[in-house]
Nanobody, 116 residues
Framework: QVQLVESGGGLVQPGGSLRLSCVAS????????MSWYRQAPGKEREMVAT????????TYADSMKGRFTISRDNAKNTVYLQMNSLKPDDTAVYSC?????????WGQGTQVTVSS
């Protein structure tokens, strides 16, 4: 059974940091490109960051560059998203996605709320 389980969300003040984790199981994690997406209330889902299966290529949405860092540990089947200098506009449900040649899986998401 495929699972993507996100954790690490919560309430944080503006300027603060959070580290999200997504633990994968049920498929070959090392063959998957991994991404973080987010969806704020009333808005379309948007890509936050993507990392290729081997970790060599990383892409960020423009608004996240310099503040967010995606990384992965294939030995732990885990992808991370380090988020710094958080802003109220970063408030959203953050979900991880695993994509390969023949599959496309999503986690349930974790809520991130940035508020004073």
């Amino acid at each position: 059974q495929v699972q993507l389980v996100e954790s690490g969300g919560g309430l944080v003040q503006p300027g603060g940091s959070l580290r999200l984790s997504c633990v994968a199981s049920g498929f070959t994690f090392s063959s998957a490109g991994m991404s973080w997406y987010r969806q704020a209330p009333g808005k379309e889902r948007e890509m936050v960051a993507t990392i290729t299966s081997g970790g060599r290529t990383i892409t960020y949405a423009d608004s996240m560059k310099g503040r967010f860092t995606i990384s992965r540990d294939n030995a732990k089947n885990t992808v991370y998203l380090q988020m710094n200098s958080l802003k109220p506009d970063d408030t959203a449900v953050y979900s991880c996605n695993a994509r390969g040649t023949w599959f496309d899986y999503w986690g349930q998401g974790t809520q991130v709320t940035v508020s004073s």
